[in-house]
T-cell receptor, first 113, second 115 residues
């Protein structure tokens, strides 16, 4: 069974700090997506990475897909209260009972002003 | 603006009641999904559908059934609700042809409490 482990599970920081969230697996994934879920809302896609070693930037957010396509990281620079939410990684894989997408359990980020 | 709409944001039901959760999408997507989300357990897939009248079991289908009679609508049914089905239920849709990279569009969720 393919699993995605996210760490840390919880993160509480002050506005302006930097942080990194990790998504790790022992399995290879064909793609890796990151979603953010704000309180009371459904998750929203932030980015999709498909190539080992790929780095994508979205304003203050930097996403990296590991060279072996088994892990990914999300780095936020100068966090703001608006970054508060649940960050979910999801690995793309063929077949199985997961509809081609396996979700990690998420990292709950709280950014205090 | 693309949208996935779930019929109820909050429901309170009694043990043994039949519960219907409705989901409608306006993007003409072929794929639709039902997840439940619980603290510490993340998103778990209940059922998904690749197209009209098709359904596939996810990781936790026990106690649930689904219906996909029209492309835009995917219903989740709890035949006899139990307290362990108290949860947040999320519906999502995705365009066919992008199984590994396609974006999932989620609804706002339906929080079900079973007493």
């Amino acid at each position: 069974t393919q699993l995605l482990e996210q760490s840390p599970q919880f993160l509480s920081i002050q506005e302006g700090e930097n942080l990194t969230v990790y998504c790790n697996s022992s399995s290879v994934f064909s793609s890796l997506q990151w979603y953010r879920q704000e309180p009371g809302e459904g998750p929203v896609l932030l980015v999709t990475v498909v190539t080992g070693g790929e780095v994508k930037k979205l304003k203050r957010l930097t996403f990296q897909f590991g060279d072996a396509r088994k892990d990914s990281s999300l780095h936020i620079t100068a966090a703001q209260p608006g970054d508060t939410g649940l960050y979910l990684c999801a690995g793309g894989t063929y077949g199985g009972s997961q509809g081609n997408l396996i979700f990690g359990k998420g990292t709950k980020l709280s950014v205090k002003p | 603006d693309v949208k996935v709409t779930q019929s109820s944001r909050y429901l309170v039901k009694r043990t043994g009641e039949k519960v219907f959760l409705e989901c409608v999408q306006d993007m003409d997507h072929e794929n639709m999904f039902w997840y439940r989300q619980d603290p510490g357990l993340g998103l778990r897939l209940i059922y998904f559908s690749y197209d009209v009248k098709m359904k596939e079991k996810g990781d936790i289908p026990e106690g649930y059934s689904v219906s996909r009679e029209k492309k835009e609508r995917f219903s989740l049914i709890l035949e006899s609700a139990s307290t362990n089905q108290t949860s947040m239920y999320l519906c999502a849709s995705r365009q066919q042809g992008n199984l590994l990279t396609g974006e999932l569009f989620f609804g706002e969720g339906s929080r079900l409490t079973v007493l």
